[in-house]
């Protein structure tokens, strides 16, 4: 599969722990982008890197979030402290220009 | 602000009709346009997209958009819908002179239901 890959595919935890999410991004692809989508809504952007340089973040991510792309490779996005609100689907996407594809994304739960 | 609008939460059609799924988009420049499919529980799969050209845009599965600058549209459409295409249909544009270098603005998502 040659796809952009996202681990795991669900996650369930309770409120207050940490949570870390892993994508592995088309592999020519500079461009690595996280989103987050709540119930009712489409995806919000939340960070992009290119490369191994995180170039944009949205006010939608807090201090309690931080994301890594280290080496350009993979990326993985922390969320410490978790709260209820957090619970959404996360995507990952990957470009090398004008195409944008997007993994299977990781379903947070937060009890 | 860029900002994409689909007006309608869900579309509802019969197998074999036409389908249409409409968008409005807000961005200062020309745009770029996508189309994204979501199937319960998955990513988003990519349909098509306008850069620039052909107003008319075909695309996977036998769906095509049509860019209307004037009316600052771009309506999905498929003259004979299936039941397989019932999913979560998201419109998305991206600011080409921006400086956000492909972020994504999305649409809330309009759900297509197809019955048999």
């Known amino acids: 599969d040659t796809g952009v890959s996202q681990d795991p595919r669900h996650k369930i935890t309770k409120r207050g722990q940490n949570v870390t999410f892993r994508c592995d991004p088309i592999?020519?692809?500079?461009?690595l982008y996280w989103y987050r989508q709540t119930l009712g809504q489409g995806p919000e952007f939340l960070t992009y890197?290119?490369?191994?340089?995180?170039?944009?973040k949205s006010r939608l991510l807090s201090d309690r979030f931080s994301a890594e792309r280290p080496k350009g490779s993979f990326s993985t996005l922390e969320i410490q402290r978790t709260e209820q609100g957090d619970s959404a689907m996360y995507l990952c996407?990957?470009?090398?220009?004008?195409?944008?594809?997007f993994g299977q994304g990781t379903r947070l739960t937060v009890v | 602000a860029q900002s994409v609008a689909q007006p309608e939460d869900q579309v509802n059609v019969a197998e074999g009709n036409p389908l249409t799924v409409k968008c409005t988009y807000s961005v200062s420049g020309n745009p770029y346009l996508f189309w994204y499919v979501q199937y319960p529980n998955r990513g988003l799969q990519f349909l098509l997209k306008y850069i620039t050209g052909d107003n008319l845009v075909k695309g996977s599965y036998g769906f095509e958009a049509e860019f209307n600058k004037s009316q600052t549209s771009f309506h999905l459409k498929k003259p004979s819908a299936l039941v397989s295409d019932s999913a979560l249909y998201f419109c998305a544009v991206r600011d080409p002179m921006g400086g956000n270098l492909g972020r994504l603005y999305f649409g809330r998502g309009t759900q297509l239901t197809v019955w048999p």
């Open positions: 592999s020519e692809h500079n461009r």
């Open positions: 890197f290119q490369n191994e340089a995180q170039l944009e």
């Open positions: 996407a990957s470009s090398s220009g004008t195409w944008t594809f």
